[in-house]
C-alpha cells in the first residue's frame, strides 16, 4: 500500500471488570513492519483488511492474507509482520475481563488453529470498526465499545456455527455446561469431580471433550480462570492478598502464590507492586 497510517485508542481506566476493552484501532503497515516477539496481558485480535503479514505463535508460522483474522491469548509469545511486497492493513481489539475466557472459548479459534478465515469478512469487519468509531473517555463512550465489543464476538460465534455446524452437539455443550459451572463457582471448593458431576459425564470424558473444543485441560481452564479472576480483583480492589486467595477458590495463600507465579510469570506481590508503580506514574 503507498500510504501507511496508523489510529489507535487506548483505555486508560475501566469499571467494567466483566468485559473490558483495553485498546482498539485500525493500521496501514509499512513493509516487513514487525511487532514482537513478546507477550500481551490480554486477548488480542486483528482483523485483516488488506494485504499479506505472518503471525507467529507456539513456534508455528501462519500466512494471513484478506479476510482473515487471528488470536492472540494473554501470556501467548507472538510475533506479527507485515509483508515486504504486500504490507497489510489491519484492524484490531484488545480485551478481557472476567466473562472473556467463556466469549473467546465459542470463536472460530484454537490453541491448534489460532487464525481463521471469514466467511462473511464485511460483518466482522464493520463490528470491529464500530468498536474504533465508538472510542472516547466518558463512561457513555466506554459502554458503546463494549456494547459493539459483543456484536464483533457475535459475528465470530456466528463464523464459528458456520465452520463447525455441528458445534450444538453434547460435546461442546458439556464443555459450554462445564464452563458456566466454572464462572459461577469457582470462588468455592470445586474440583474436577465437582464438575463433571454437574454436567453429566466421567472425568475422563470431560478431560476429551475440554482438549477438543478447547484445547486445554479442565484442572488448567479452572486454574487460569481463578488466576484471571485474581488478576481483576489486584487490579480492581483492595483486598490483601491472602483475601484474594480465598475470593477466587485457594485456601491455602502460599500455594495460590505457587499456582500464580507458574501462570504469570511473577508472584501475585510483585505483580501488585508493578500496578502500583503504574498507577503512580500516571
Known sequence: MSNTYKQSFKQSYTDNVELSIFNCGLQSCERGYTWGPGVRDH????????????????????????GDIFLAKPSQLITYSADQDDPWEYYWVGFNGACANKLVAQLPFRDTRPVHHCKNPENVK?????IFLSRGPNPRNEALMVGYLYLFIAELM?????????????????????????????????SIDDISKAV????????????????????????????NEACVLLRESHLSIAEIAVSVG?????????????????????????????????
Do not use: C
Open 126 to 130: 464493520k463490528a470491529l470498526f464500530d
Open 200 to 227: 453429566g459425564v466421567s472425568r475422563s470424558h470431560l478431560y476429551r471433550v475440554f482438549m477438543s473444543n478447547v484445547g486445554q485441560s479442565p484442572i488448567d481452564y479452572l486454574t487460569n480462570y481463578r488466576i
Open 43 to 66: 486477548y488480542l485480535i486483528h482483523y485483516v483488511a488488506n494485504g499479506k503479514g505472518t503471525y507467529t505463535v507456539n513456534h508455528t508460522v501462519y500466512e494471513l492474507h484478506s
Open 250 to 282: 485457594f485456601f491455602d495463600q502460599f500455594y495460590f502464590s505457587r499456582v500464580f507465579k507458574k501462570n504469570k510469570g511473577v508472584p501475585p506481590s510483585k505483580y501488585l507492586g508493578t500496578l502500583n508503580k503504574e498507577k503512580a506514574a500516571e
Open 158 to 190: 456466528q463464523e464459528a456455527q458456520e465452520l463447525e455446524p455441528h458445534t450444538s452437539n453434547s460435546s461442546s455443550q458439556y464443555v459450554l455446561n462445564a464452563i458456566k459451572y466454572i464462572q459461577f463457582n469457582y470462588s468455592h471448593d470445586i
